[in-house]
């Protein structure tokens, strides 16, 4: 399958962590994943194991490599075959690091966006939301119990909404526009965010 015309996962890595460590001394994507199929690898490996193994092609977003912890992050992701997008505004907020996502793959025929805090996503949710895309949806997302979770799919007509993104609030009002096709998933890790 030719890269640029699968869809990327873009792993969403920049962000502090602030509710896991309010005094910013340890990076909470480099903690140990408490389960999953790669628990025990720092959380942000762990998540990009589950995306390798789905897709193609994943491009992991980063704020710059102003601390040591950053440096460590932006090499493991790195080794385990990422493509880096630094993520200058960082701070700015979510919609921020999935525009700078879409902008390093911007011939991609559409994204998934990951969240590399939720370690326990199985590949087999990745490839199924993957599918969908590829069978045409303008977005799509994994269901269980009536609960949406990640990683949530946009096709590439959606790409100039997504490259205007900014702030806090991600793609709420994209989806709120084209409401995803659900995928039914038998999958616990699929809605594991560690924030503690």
Not at 86 to 102: L, Q, T
Not at 141 to 159: E, I
Not at 160 to 176: C, N
């Amino acid at each position: 399958m030719h890269e640029m015309s699968a869809a990327v996962a873009l792993l969403l890595a920049a962000g502090r962590g602030a509710r896991f460590d309010p005094e910013g001394r340890a990076l909470k994507l480099l903690a140990p994943a408490p389960m999953g199929p790669h628990a025990g690898q720092p959380l942000a490996l762990a998540a990009t194991l589950s995306l390798r193994a789905a897709l193609p092609a994943v491009v992991a977003v980063v704020r710059p490599a102003d601390s040591p912890q950053q440096r460590t992050l932006h090499a493991l992701l790195r080794d385990a075959g990422c493509r880096l997008a630094i993520n200058e505004g960082a701070d700015d907020g979510i919609g921020s690091s999935i525009a700078a996502g879409v902008r390093a793959a911007p011939d991609a025929a559409g994204w998934l966006i990951a969240l590399a805090d939720m370690p326990a996503v199985a590949a087999s949710t990745i490839s199924a939301v993957a599918q969908a895309l590829a069978d045409g949806a303008a977005t799509a997302a994994p269901v269980h119990a009536g609960r949406r979770g990640h990683p949530v799919a946009f096709g590439a007509g959606l790409r100039s909404e997504l490259l205007a993104l900014t702030g806090d609030e991600g793609a709420r009002h994209i989806l709120a526009a084209h409401p995803p096709r659900l995928i039914d998933v038998d999958d616990p890790g699929y809605l594991l965010d560690l924030d503690h």
